[in-house]
């Protein structure tokens, strides 16, 4: 409500507090027909028109970070057939981990940059990052085959750095402009742009790598894993124009913090939301990524003709089932609440989970049977963590911090997907493989009780809202900066109704 009593929930009467209003213009300039001009005005039409290929561009972008994610799968057992003596389990799960401690990376520093130098720096940033590190891969070599996997140990790192930073920038740019663009829909599209591309990446993989194995053949088996990495390379190129030209949101331009960051309020505003994402992603990532990773592996030790091919099938076939389960989330998003599917999806964990891993002996004699139970489990995923995770990470925090906190977010759920690669191969050699589905299990229940008790029940209101709600506590709690860039730059506290202020100043002692 306003100060007038007026309703502000739709997207007309968004809670603007700034002294400064939004500086746009319906009439046709001659700004509106070059994009690439800069002014210090920006006009409706050129925003809106930004927003929609920042949409679109996110989800064909993030498609690349998904076929990367999910490129080792049939490459780890390509090179397993080729290098039998020197690829070892420890030399495979450092290739694989290089990719991750890269995100790592990635997600922190991108997600810094992505607020305080604008979405723009750190796509462009990112996209760099997997051309020079998919060109590397591609020409991995070495004096000898050990020195060929370094070179190529080291190529992951690099483009690890660059998926994991598209995470919070893409993510961020996209769920900025889809608030501006389509409010009611926001969390639909932001799925469809961001979880989609990534589980979508799988089975494109897969593809990319039976096309190679039919044209190449057994007998070159050099060639089938480069030309792999090679595609790596192109899928980020295919929007690179479009991204050098895209402009910040107008929630960026607005709620940016640039300078003296108050990163002590920051924590004490969030620290129960940051809980909530951190944790369930990092249980989310410990399950799935070594279960997509490894899953090529666990297929061809249960299939009969465990040929290359064969293999891939079977994987491509495990990657289309997982797939309904994104396509579900978006649907049920906005009627069941984020936060009610998230459970949901870590529920599909326990039961699934359970089904394989107390009969898992009897369900791998029956291969289709034993890939719907897997492909049950991985979609359940994408129904619930997989697509809310990034969501609820980018709607839970104001613009000002939200690519740092989806980063750090990011970050240790792929510090869970490092340690879940790093002990998936001892807890198959030492337990069995049933205990990697029943662990699966065990991951459910705890991310049901971190979705519980810290996730916040994000509606799907106005990110406006959100952003009005943090600036009125960093006021309160004497913060003095100043917010925004051009056309929208003011103080912090410019705008801001008293009884709003003196709200949050009555609330100081619990930072509610």
């Not at 402009?247 to 003296?260: E, V």
């Not at 989330?329 to 529920?347: E, I, P, Q, S, T």
């Amino acid at each position: 409500m306003d100060a007038s009593g007026n309703n502000m929930g739709n997207q007309q009467d968004k809670p603007v507090f700034a002294s400064q209003p939004v500086t746009t213009t319906d009439s046709l300039t001659e700004a509106d027909s070059d994009p690439t001009t800069s002014t210090k005005f920006v006009s409706s039409k050129r925003q809106r028109l930004s927003d929609l290929f920042t949409i679109f561009c996110a989800g064909f972008a993030l498609i690349s970070d998904g076929y990367q994610n999910n490129l080792m799968t049939m490459t780890n057992v390509v090179l397993k057939a080729e290098y039998p003596k020197q690829y070892t389990s420890d030399v495979s799960t450092r290739v694989s981990n290089a990719l991750l401690v890269g995100e790592i990376f990635g997600q922190i520093v991108i997600g810094l940059t992505c607020d305080y130098l604008g979405r723009k720096v750190a796509i462009v940033t990112t996209t760099l990052m997997i051309v020079i590190g998919g060109i590397l891969g591609t020409a991995s070599n070495g004096v000898t085959i050990e020195g060929m996997f370094w070179m190529m140990t080291v190529a992951r790192g690099i483009v690890g750095f660059g998926t994991g930073g598209e995470y919070p920038a893409s993510s961020a740019s996209a769920t900025e402009s889809a608030n501006e663009y389509t409010l009611s829909q926001r969390g639909p599209i932001f799925i469809m742009v961001t979880n989609f591309p990534l589980s979508f990446g799988g089975p494109l993989a897969v593809i990319v790598f039976l096309i190679a194995l039919a044209a190449a053949g057994n007998e070159h088996l050099s060639t089938v894993w480069r030309v792999n990495f090679g595609v790596g390379i192109a899928l980020p190129l295919t929007v690179f124009y479009f991204r050098v030209k895209m402009l910040n949101s107008k929630l960026y331009r607005r709620g940016a913090i640039k300078r003296s960051v108050p990163y002590g309020l920051v924590l004490r505003y969030y620290w129960k939301a940051l809980i909530g994402t951190c944790g369930a992603w990092f249980l989310y990532d410990f399950v799935t990524f070594p279960n997509g990773v490894f899953s090529g592996v666990i297929i061809s030790s249960v299939v009969k003709d465990g040929s290359i091919r064969s293999t891939a099938e079977y994987q491509l076939l495990l990657g289309a089932l997982a797939l309904p389960g994104v396509f579900l989330g978006a649907v049920f998003c906005n009627r069941w609440g984020r936060k009610n599917v998230m459970m949901v999806g870590f529920g599909g964990y326990l039961v699934f989970g359970l089904i394989i891993g107390v009969a898992y002996d009897q369900i791998t004699k029956i291969i289709p049977l034993f890939i719907i139970f897997y492909a049950l489990l991985l979609s359940s995923g994408n129904f619930g963590p997989g697509d809310m995770l990034g969501l609820l990470s980018s709607e839970s925090y104001a613009t000002a911090v939200r690519g740092t906190c989806y980063g750090l977010s990011a970050a240790i759920g792929k510090t869970g997907a490092a340690v879940g690669t790093e002990v998936f191969q001892p807890i198959q050699n030492n337990l069995g493989k049933r205990w990697t589905f029943i662990i699966a299990a065990i991951c459910g229940v705890a991310g049901i009780l971190v979705t519980y008790f810290f996730i916040p029940n994000v509606s799907g209101e106005d990110l406006s809202l959100e952003d009005e709600k943090f600036r009125a506590y960093l006021v309160a709690h004497g913060w003095k900066g100043e917010m925004g860039e051009e056309d929208l730059k003011d103080t912090a506290e410019a705008g801001i109704p008293s009884d709003v202020v003196h709200e949050h100043v009555d609330l100081k002692g619990t930072d509610a």
